[in-house]
Structure formats: structure tokens, C-alpha cells
């Protein structure tokens, strides 16, 4: 297997994910698939894209805060991805962040819900799509050409987040979402932004 895919496959929190994903289909396919369950495993997938577009916008980019315990967060979990966006411990979320949110959106679909069966696919929807997420944004930061005009223009546009302008192109997996929320721009009519290296410098 080529180093870049053992270096993301192997690496311990996609294996994990991974394991945790399989674990979910796995229960899934014990308590007998259904249409419903199939419905609400795409509707994770769904609630994943907009809460990536959301965190990655209004949580991980937030004005440098005061408080120096949010600041070491905020940089573990985006700024120093930013001022060094190849950093391999840097590039994937950690799970320590992504599990809980997950848990905390699986119990209130639960609550809602009341069923142990859609709740299992809603919870192994959003793993999956986390995967995905993953995927593309390990792609954007490693040699890797992606095969279809599709995954190239996912990959440039997660390119001019990081290197032309920090406050467009939010979605990495969703880049739709951008068009949704007016963050999507041509990019010869953004300027170069100098502090898209350097989160923390913003004004």
C-alpha cells in the first residue's frame, strides 16, 4: 500500500473512526436494516455537512480569545493548523473533541426519536461522514491528485482557504455550503488575506 494511505488509514484516530463506523453498520445489520434506518444514517451524513461548515466558520475561527485555556484549545483544534497546515497530528480532528459532540447530537436525536435503532444510524451517519471529512482534508494537504474534476476543485478551494483569504471556503467536505451562506467567492476578487497563516494576528 502507497505510504499516503497507510499514513491516513494507520494513523490512530481514522483507525479508530474507522472501527467505530463498522461497529454501527455492524449493529445495524444485526437489528435487521430498514428504509428508516438507511433515512436517518443519510441524515447524519447531512447534519455532519452543516455542522462542519458551522464550527469550522464560527467555533474554529473565532477572534483570539483572552482566556488562555480557549486560546490552547483553539489552537490544537485549528490555529496551528493553519500556521502549519501539512502537520499531519495537526490535520485530522481528535477524537477527543469530535466523539463527545457526537454523542451529545446522538442522545438529543434519541430524546426525539425514542429509537435505539435510528439512533444508531444517525450516530454511524455522522461517523461516516467525519470519515469522508477526513478523506478530502487529508487529500488537500498531501501529494495526492484526486481523480475526478469534482475532488481537484474540492481540493483547490480548501487550497484558498488556507492560502488566499481565511474568511471564504469554509466547507471541506461541503463546499455547497459556502454558496448556501455567501461565503463562496471567485477568487480573483478576494484579496490575499496576511494573516491566513496566522489565525491568532487577526484583528
Not at 496551528?80 to 463527545?100: A, E, Q, R, V
Not at 487529500?139 to 483547490?156: L, M, N
Not at 467536505?173 to 455567501?182: I, K, N
Not at 476578487?189 to 491566513?196: D, N, P
Amino acid at each position: 500500500m502507497n505510504k499516503l494511505y497507510k499514513d491516513f488509514f494507520f494513523f490512530p484516530d481514522i483507525s479508530i473512526l474507522i472501527a467505530l463506523i463498522a461497529t454501527g453498520v455492524g449493529v445495524a445489520l444485526w437489528k435487521g436494516l430498514t428504509l428508516g434506518m438507511l433515512l436517518f444514517l443519510v441524515f447524519g451524513m447531512l447534519t455532519f455537512a452543516f455542522s462542519e461548515y458551522l464550527t469550522h466558520r464560527f467555533l474554529f475561527h473565532l477572534k483570539t480569545p483572552n482566556n488562555p485555556y480557549f486560546l490552547k484549545f483553539l489552537k490544537r483544534i485549528h490555529y496551528d493548523h493553519h500556521t502549519d497546515p501539512n502537520n499531519l497530528k495537526l490535520l485530522f480532528l481528535p477524537l477527543w473533541y469530535s466523539l463527545p459532540n457526537f454523542l451529545i447530537l446522538s442522545l438529543i436525536f434519541y430524546y426525539f426519536s425514542k429509537s435505539f435503532n435510528y439512533t444508531i444510524a444517525f450516530g454511524t451517519g455522522l461517523l461516516a461522514m467525519l470519515l469522508i471529512y477526513e478523506w478530502k482534508h487529508y487529500v488537500a494537504h498531501r501529494p495526492i491528485k484526486p481523480k475526478t474534476s469534482f475532488g481537484r476543485w474540492v481540493k483547490k478551494v480548501h487550497i484558498l482557504h488556507h492560502f488566499k483569504n481565511e474568511n471564504y471556503w469554509y466547507g471541506v467536505s461541503t463546499p455547497f455550503a459556502d454558496y448556501l451562506f455567501g461565503t463562496f467567492k471567485d477568487e480573483k476578487e478576494v484579496e490575499t488575506s496576511k494573516t491566513a497563516r496566522d489565525l491568532e494576528k487577526r484583528a
